[in-house]
């Protein structure tokens, strides 16, 4: 269980980006987050990663509370940001250097083959296209099984083929992983087909609008 309660964050500029969001996540619950630019979706997703100090409120995982970068959580940005100077293998594999080397190397190519780019482990990532350095970038937040999964609009910058071709991959990664995901996403139908629920945020600042629970056959049903 994913516990986000009365979390507020004010940026050092003053700029209030949200205020008093309480939020409870089941294991293995995927939720999307719509709202407007600027209502604090983002800085939701990156003070549940730990890359933000939240200024009020607090965030606890299984009972625990997160501080800072944890290893049961990833977070997948809108643009790739992967290391340009490590291979493509080595980009997935990155978070797996607890493991040993036989373990990573089949753990990179199982997911490698699940995203469609079996063969493509040596490359550069410079040799890829936008659509497939995105994939790598999922695969990446993936590879760890993490408890938490977060998504920051994952797949606005595509084209709708390939958008809709990682929305599938992610649905079967989250069968095999059942990992708990918040998806940050501009997209209703995108968040219809993948999610639990539907959480609308508020302009300003940002809190819950709306909690709607999609009862619709989802595409991994
Ligand atoms: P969204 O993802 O919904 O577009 P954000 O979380 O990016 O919203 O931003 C919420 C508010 O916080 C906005 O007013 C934005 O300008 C502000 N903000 C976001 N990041 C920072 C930052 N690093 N420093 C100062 N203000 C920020
Ligand atoms: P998104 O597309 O997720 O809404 P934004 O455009 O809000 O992203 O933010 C992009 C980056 O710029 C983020 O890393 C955020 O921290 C930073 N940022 C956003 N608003 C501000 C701001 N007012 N001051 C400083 N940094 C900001």
Same mark, same amino acid.
């Given at each position: 269980m994913l516990e986000i309660s009365h979390l507020g964050k004010i940026y050092p500029n003053g700029a209030h980006a949200l205020e008093d969001f309480t939020l409870q996540v089941g294991e293995g619950e995927v939720v999307?987050?719509?709202?407007?630019?600027?209502?604090?979706? @983002? !800085? /939701? /997703? *990156?003070?549940?990663?730990? /890359?933000?100090?939240? !200024? %009020?409120?607090?965030? *606890?995982?299984?009972? =625990?509370?997160?501080?800072?970068?944890?290893?049961?959580?990833? &977070?997948?940005?809108? +643009?790739?940001? /992967?290391?340009?100077?490590?291979?493509? #293998?080595?980009? &997935? #594999?990155?978070?797996? *250097?607890?493991?040993?080397?036989? +373990? =990573? @190397?089949?753990?990179? +190519? #199982?997911?490698? @083959? =699940? &995203?469609?780019?079996?063969?493509?482990?040596? *490359?550069? &990532?410079? +040799?890829?296209?936008?659509?497939? #350095?995105? %994939?790598v970038a999922l695969a990446r937040g993936l590879v760890t099984r993490p408890s938490v999964l977060l998504l920051d609009e994952p797949f606005s910058a595509l084209d709708a083929m390939t958008r809709t071709d990682l929305q599938d991959h992610l649905s079967d990664l989250w069968y095999e992983n059942g990992s708990t995901m918040l998806l940050v996403t501009h997209d209703i139908e995108e968040a219809a087909a993948l999610a639990d629920r539907i959480i609308v945020m508020r302009p300003w600042p940002g809190r819950i609008l709306e909690v709607v629970p999609v009862d619709l056959p989802r595409r991994r049903d």
């Open positions: 999307a987050i719509i709202g407007g630019s600027g209502c604090g979706k @983002s !800085t /939701l /997703l *990156r003070l549940v990663a730990g /890359l933000e100090p939240p !200024t %009020r409120g607090e965030i *606890r995982l299984g009972g =625990r509370r997160l501080v800072e970068p944890d290893e049961r959580v990833n &977070i997948v940005f809108q +643009e790739p940001r /992967l290391f340009p100077w490590l291979s493509v #293998a080595d980009n &997935i #594999a990155f978070g797996l *250097r607890h493991l040993d080397k036989g +373990e =990573r @190397s089949a753990r990179v +190519e #199982a997911v490698l @083959s =699940r &995203i469609g780019l079996s063969g493509y482990g040596g *490359r550069w &990532i410079r +040799e890829l296209s936008g659509g497939q #350095a995105q %994939r």
